[in-house]
């Protein structure tokens, strides 16, 4: 999971806003199945979840504010 954070975070520094999204879409995946392996418990599943809309919600206002 830490290296989809980390291609998320350098995308968004970088203004690659549609990339980000993207890293992020798959974070989400990744975060999916480490939590039906049991790699990853519910209570942090979710505390991730809810950190990664943020960062949804931060890219999109980006993205909507370039246009």
């Not at 520094?13 to 993207?22: I, M, P, T």
Request: aromatic residues 2%; negative net charge.
């Amino acid at each position: 999971l830490q290296s989809e954070v980390a291609a998320v975070t350098q995308a968004a520094e970088s203004g690659r806003y549609q990339e980000a999204l993207r890293d992020l879409d798959d974070l989400v995946v990744r975060l999916e199945t480490a939590a039906r392996q049991g790699d990853v418990s519910p209570s942090r599943e979710e505390r991730i979840s809810a950190a990664i809309g943020a960062v949804r919600l931060s890219l999109e206002t980006e993205l909507a504010l370039q246009k």
